[in-house]
Structures are given as structure tokens and as C-alpha cells.
């Protein structure tokens, strides 16, 4: 499970890459893509900070620069690839609490689901940015799992 998750978010670091280099080379700007990509990058570092049990250091929907978006990325992504390469194989199933910040409910959840979501959360929220960004790069940035997969497969 370790090496999977493990890489689950080298897909992540390399996928987050792709989007920034398409935002930062885009035609024109476009304020929701940005905040998209910022907010992505939020929830990296809101569960990192929950699985690590350590205060939260940024907010779910705060707007960041190009800049500031890439200095958050690859610090979740040392931060996450640290946790991952010390955590057991206990370390999966273990529940963290936390506030579901959309309507301020408590929540549980498995660190894997936890893990898990994140990778769909992003996923989602990639396409989105993609579409926005139409017309305004080309070629758009292809960044799903199987892309990644076999360009490794490749190498």
C-alpha cells in the first residue's frame, strides 16, 4: 500500500506540474484556473496538516500568485513524500477527526480514504482547470494516471 500511494502523489507532484507550466504559459489570464490550482493545493496541505495532527497553515479557498502556488506545491509534495516513506502499514487505517470546512460539521475518516480523496479531489478539480484553459495554451496538459503510467513504462 506504502509504494502505491507513494506513487499516487509522484502522479500528483507530476501532474500539478503540467497545470502550473499551462497556467504560467497561457495567452491570458484566468482568475479561476488560478484559484482552482490554489485551492487544490490548499487541500494538500490541509490533510497533510490533519494526518500529521499539526495546525493548519493555509485556508481551503485561499488565492495565491503563480508563485506562491508553486512554492506550496512542492512543499506538499516533500512534506507528503516524507509522511509517506516513514508511515507503517498501520498507519492506513488509523481515523483522523476533523471539521468538514464546507458546512462546519465533524467528520472521520481512514488516513487512506483520506489519501484516496485526494486524489480524486485533485483529479476533478485538474479537469476543470483544463477546461478553463482551452484556447488559451496549446496542447493542453494531459494529466491523467494512465499518461503518467506509461511514460514511465517507457522511460
Request: net charge neutral; with cysteine; proline share 3%.
Amino acid at each position: 500500500m506504502k509504494n502505491s500511494f507513494i506513487k499516487l502523489f509522484d502522479h500528483e507532484a507530476w501532474a500539478n506540474q503540467k497545470v502550473l507550466k499551462a497556467l504560467q504559459t497561457a495567452t491570458s489570464n484566468d482568475e479561476r484556473a488560478l484559484f482552482l490550482f490554489s485551492h487544490i493545493l490548499s487541500a494538500h496541505s490541509m490533510w497533510l496538516c490533519r494526518v500529521l495532527g499539526v495546525p493548519m497553515t493555509c485556508g481551503l479557498f485561499d488565492e495565491r500568485t503563480l508563485q506562491q502556488c508553486e512554492e506550496l506545491m512542492n512543499a506538499n509534495y516533500t512534506g507528503w513524500k516524507k509522511y509517506l516513506t516513514s508511515a507503517d502499514d498501520a498507519e492506513w487505517n488509523r481515523v483522523v477527526k476533523f471539521i468538514f470546512p464546507v458546512d462546519g460539521s465533524n467528520r472521520k475518516m481512514t488516513v487512506g480514504d483520506a489519501i484516496l480523496h485526494i486524489f480524486s479531489h485533485s483529479a476533478y478539480h485538474r479537469g476543470q482547470i483544463i477546461t478553463r484553459l482551452k484556447g488559451t495554451v496549446d496542447p493542453l496538459p494531459n494529466t491523467t494516471y494512465i499518461v503518467y503510467a506509461s511514460e514511465l513504462d517507457n522511460q
